[in-house]
């Protein structure tokens, strides 16, 4: 692994007052962050002390030096390589010039902010097993800061806080159950002394929460379930009896879903605490119970709490039918709006269902909705009742239906949006990519498998050109400038693909994101005019920020191609940028002189696959369960997004050594485990005809001149 520093830029612009780091006669305490300074951030500008840089978790930064008329003097002043080839989705914070970011795996580091030298790195040996857990590769997306500690959530369900000076563990719990398939990849938050955790797994059969922890000793102090479990046990509190009488069948069984896995905010004017709530499971409703069951409270909700307690305030579902994985975990933002001529405290979310909804955040009252791109599962939002007017066509059963967009990818999913009080709109990443649902005629839970319903094969990708062809020119990406007052778009701009990076908005008039094909962009942030542009050598997924130290601003982003749409998704990855993963942190200023090592040249490999002697049916066979268990890793109709090995081209298909690894374990440490709970040998062979049969066939397809 290379570890090496390319050091300082070519001096200072200034930054004004008070936009450096704390100043004090006496050292500080690292990460000496208090209630006080964080209920007070935007006096610290230079710091990014948590998620979203304040409690309004706007992703705004009142920095201004870097500005519209000098970007083009912005350069890379460091970079780190990480020992990791997964995703990065971390949004890093900065605490009086200390950095703190993670990787994928759920490992900690700490940095020089300035000088980019490592001052700790922590890796919590999170079993390679757990992998096969986590349905969106076993990314993180950072850390909390309070007193002197660095929390962070791991991929197997702990919560560890570490020393912030030197990261050694403090206190360390288990926040799940472990004979469940829960994982944490979201963010902890931190306020009155309590750091707040949520988890993932909607599809894995688990029953959603967020919880409450004690930050100086790490005592669960509470929790809140985000769904009702078995009705014949007390409830734990008013709110799961009420939603019992919404649920119909035996939802317990399998979880119920409903997963906190990203978005908690803290809400200080008001005292509340905010979660998004996941999808339910399986995401098919005929598998869930009788009919008639829709509201599934509390479910695709933004759910306020009281943070000492965790009691239930009040909540507003998004999205009642919940059988297209619309889940509201992605980013809420506060801000007070003016709106038909008074000012409202609002919260704005542009969840995956493809609305921007506006609502007091008070009370939970809809104050708008409307969508901020191309939807078809939907005509509207009655303003009247909150609820969805559903498309004639929207529901799916056994038959495929019309493409229904947004798809499971959402129209927006965790990657960070942020919003401009000086502009007064919200920028966010969107994905405009469908899918043919179908439910599965033969659906059963599995071990291993992603427990949705819905038929694999039926979504896969048709080998047709043509269809093919009009698939992928359907699917496409944007950064969206979005006026949520007017709910209209203000500015966009255009992407290849889905699946870009995260925003940041900065005073000197200026966004920042990261795009899917391996660039670092900006744009005015009045008229999405083209700024500047770094080339990444790599996706760039995650949020950026901007922090200063000694006068200096710096923009910071963490690179690293990952996540479920380059696993899942395959050949439709490369429509977005055909990329191979390079994960680093890059951190650029002003008059930054550094540059990126060239790209090693990768021989390409070549396809040398065994004779196929399977028939049709064996194939048919080998497709399902590659669908099933195996495309969510290797992707789509075994085509691999880059990420993580492409079957076809695997040694494995010649000898018995494929029996070892799908059936033995041989790779566990690697997240590759033993299927043999579900797919026995013959089936495991099936599989493997399966890819033989698709290298063949993209074999051809490459003489003709048209495979991937």
């Known amino acids: ?9 070519l001096g200072a612009l200034g930054l004004g007052a008070g936009c450096g780091p704390r100043k004090s006669a006496a050292p500080l305490k690292s990460a000496a962050v208090t209630a006080s300074r964080l209920l007070n951030a935007n006096a610290e500008p230079g710091n990014w002390m948590t998620y979203g840089r304040t409690y309004s978790e706007q992703r705004f930064s009142e920095l201004k030096a870097i500005d519209t008329r000098n970007i083009s003097q912005l350069g890379l002043t460091w970079y780190y390589d990480l020992d990791t080839h997964r995703g990065q989705e971390a949004t890093p914070l900065v605490v009086d010039g200390v950095m703190y970011f993670t990787s994928a795996w759920s490992k900690v580091y700490a940095f020089d902010a300035a000088a980019g030298k490592l001052l700790w790195s922590y890796d919590p040996k999170v079993p390679g097993e757990w992998g096969v857990n986590a349905c969106c590769d076993v990314v993180n997306r950072g850390v909390a800061v309070w007193n002197g500690k660095v929390m962070v959530g791991t991929l197997d369900g ?12 403090v206190w360390e719990t288990l926040t799940i159950d472990p004979a469940h398939r829960y994982t944490i990849t979201g963010a902890p938050r931190v306020a009155k002394g309590l750091v707040f955790i949520g988890n993932g797994g909607a599809e894995m059969d688990v029953r959603g929460y967020v919880s409450a922890y004690d930050a100086e000793t790490g005592k669960l102090v509470w929790r809140f379930y985000t769904v009702p ?19 119909k069948g035996q939802w317990w069984k399998l979880g119920g879903g409903g997963t906190v896995w990203n978005s908690i905010v803290y809400d200080p004017e008001l005292d509340q605490l905010y979660i998004g709530t996941g999808n339910r499971s399986p995401w098919t409703a005929r598998d869930r119970g009788p009919a008639g069951s829709d509201d599934s409270l509390y479910t695709c909700s933004i759910v306020a709490l009281k943070p000492e307690t965790g009691q239930y305030l009040w909540h507003y579902q998004e999205e009642t039918p919940d059988v297209w994985d619309y889940d509201a975990d992605e ?11 008074s000012t409202r405290k609002v919260l704005m979310q542009a969840p995956k269902n493809g609305f921007f909804y ?3 955040r008070t009370n939970g009252a809809l104050i708008s909705a409307q969508p901020f791109t191309h939807v078809t599962w939907a005509t509207g939002i009655d303003m ?29 999913s965790w990657q960070p949006m942020a919003f401009s009080p000086l502009t007064d709109l919200a920028y966010i990443p969107v994905n405009d990519a469908g899918f043919e649902y179908k439910a599965d005629e033969n659906f059963k839970p599995t071990h291993f498998g992603m427990d949705t319903g819905t038929d694999a094969v039926a979504a896969g990708m048709p080998q047709n050109p043509q269809v093919k062809k009009a698939i992928l020119n359907s699917i496409k990406g944007k950064l969206l400038a979005w006026d949520p007052i007017q709910q209209k778009q203000a500015w966009a701009i255009e992407r290849p693909g889905p699946w870009n990076g995260g925003v940041l908005a900065t005073a000197g008039n200026v966004v920042f994101e990261g795009t899917a094909d391996g660039h670092f962009e900006a744009y005015r942030a009045d008229n999405g005019q083209k700024l500047w542009s770094f080339d990444a050598q790599t996706g760039v997924i995650a949020g950026p920020i901007s922090y200063a130290v000694n006068g200096d601003q710096y923009i910071a982003v963490l690179a690293g191609w990952g996540g479920v749409f380059p696993l899942v998704t395959g050949e439709v990855s490369f429509k977005s940028g055909h990329v191979r993963n390079v994960s680093r942190m890059l951190v650029f200023k002003l008059g930054g002189t550094a540059n ?35 495309s969510r890793c290797h992707g789509d109709v075994a085509i691999s997004g880059g990420v993580l090995p492409d079957l076809r081209y695997s040694s494995t298909l010649w ?31 099936a599989i493997r005809s399966y890819v033989i049969y698709r290298a063949h066939q993209t074999a051809e397809q490459k003489k003709a001149g048209g495979a991937q």
């Open 358 to 360: 506006v609502l007091d």
């Open 655 to 685: 000898n018995d050594q494929w029996f070892y690894i799908v059936l033995g374990g041989m790779l566990k440490s690697d997240g590759m485990v033993s299927f043999s709970k579900d797919i026995s040998r013959s089936d495991a062979a």
């Open 384 to 412: 009247k009742t909150g609820r969805p007017t559903e498309a004639a066509d929207a529901r799916y059963a056994t038959k495929n239906g019309p493409p229904i967009v947004p798809g499971p990818l959402g129209a927006h």
């Open 229 to 247: 479990g078995d009705p014949s046990q007390p409830f734990e509190n008013p709110a799961m009896e009420k939603a019992a009488k919404t649920w």
């Open 331 to 341: 980013d809420m933002i506060l801000a007070d709006l003016s709106i038909a001529g």
């Open 1 to 9: 692994m290379r570890r090496w520093l390319l050091l300082l830029g």
């Open 158 to 169: 702990r919560l560890i806080a570490l020393d912030a000076a030197t990261g050694k563990p």
């Open 596 to 630: 990126l090592p060239p790209l090693p040249e990768i021989e390409p490999p070549e396809l040398k696959p065994p004779p196929l002697h399977a028939g049709a049916a064996e194939i048919h066979k080998g497709e399902a369960l590659f669908q099933q268990f195996c």
